[in-house]
């Protein structure tokens, strides 16, 4: 017996929310069911702009790197004339995979099974024994090209959709844009991922890593191992002088909090207390020269930031970048890359190695702890007994709609901020993300 069709009015039902009496909680089905998953997909991520990659993945002419849209393989390459693409990576005659590889520089592509041949451009520029094959005229008039989809991007920040009906890159990214500068003026030629990646999966919801990303709350309840060694490295217990990380002790003595915006997207972020500890703290001066004190400020502070729904920039410990690869309900797969200004020195290159391997790599001291605990949660969001989550209520008498005087500082105008004291820890940053989710899938389900 085939499951019932979501209807607009089951998704409203997944929400508990008051605004006047300050009420917000979220049904656990939205973390478990098959059917909102399913919907996720479509809605979400396969007519949404999704984020694939950056520009210097794929710097010279014919370079390519191999991502997903969804549930749908892509290849995105430079072609010969240098300019950047995506497609579809099955080969249109019998839909073989033609690129094997996660990266590589090819002139051209030879699909191992038929031998048809394209070029980085996607143009068939060859069909094996074409002229002994007794093709009718339908064939020769087809396309036979890779299939192309749409594809832009901001600054060197990769987008692709499977839908033409979406708004423009610009439009989507919004407000947050002013964000992302921070991340790729970071250098006067922007940022590189540093050789090497982490991939991984997670037994949990892939909007737990979402939420995750911008949750204040959980880093000394969640992290106290890390805290323990960063203490020891502080008092001289530790022959470890490499690594200087982030002091959560201090984080809740700053100011800090969190913004949400169109479309999803959210930021958390705290003043930074120890800014000369980060690597780009090297090259202070030249960055403040060319972007100006307040730029540079907002550089060297901790922020988080989601580009919804499957891109994060975390900055706290190094620079992080996770790319969101929902596999089912209760399983996801994370790309993660250590991220550093394109021709900085190698000390400050050093620095951050050092401080994302400590923290944020798979073998890191907090990427461990953060997936436990999403399968913790999916593990008891099994107890169909328990139909809510109180988790999203943290910080709602102090939001205020439209931008405070920290977002007036770089000049973006966030749906809603909440900032204050770092130890609040607000939970209402994560608001903006499922006002986005509901709005894509009851589009959809009105359509």
Known sequence: MRPEALKISDIDKLFREDAESGEYMLHRDVFRDERIFELEMKTIFERNWIFVGLSSQAPNPNDYFTSWVGRQPIVVMRDADGQLGAFINSCPHKGARFAHHRKGNAKQFVCSY???????????????????????????????????????????FLFASLSDDVPTLQEHLGETMPLLDLVWDQGPDG??????????????????????????????????????????RKAGESENKQVKSIDFNMMMEIDGGGYTFDRGHALGFGVNPAPQERGLYIHKDEVEARVGPTKLKWMLSTRNLTIYPNVQFAENASLQMRVIRPLAPGKTEMTIFCLGAIGESDAARSIRIRQYEDFFNTSGLATPDDTIAYEDC??????REMEWSQGYSRGITNVVEGADSYAGELGFTPQTSSTGPFKMQDETVYHGGYRAWRKFLQTELGE
Not at 378 to 383: A, D, K, P, V
């Open 114 to 156: 038929h031998g048809w041949t394209f070029n980085t451009a996607g143009e068939c520029i060859y069909i094996k024994d074409q002229d002994s094959g007794g093709y009718a005229e339908p064939f020769n008039q087809l396309d036979h090209g890779l299939h192309k989809i749409k594809f832009d991007q901001y600054r060197g």
């Open 191 to 232: 940022i590189e991922a540093v050789p090497g990646s982490s991939t991984y999966t997670y037994d949990a919801n892939w909007k737990m890593q979402v939420e995750n990303c911008i949750d204040g709350y959980h880093l000394t309840s969640c992290h106290p191992s890390f805290m323990n060694i960063v203490s020891r």
């Open 378 to 383: 999916q593990f008891g969001y099994e107890g």
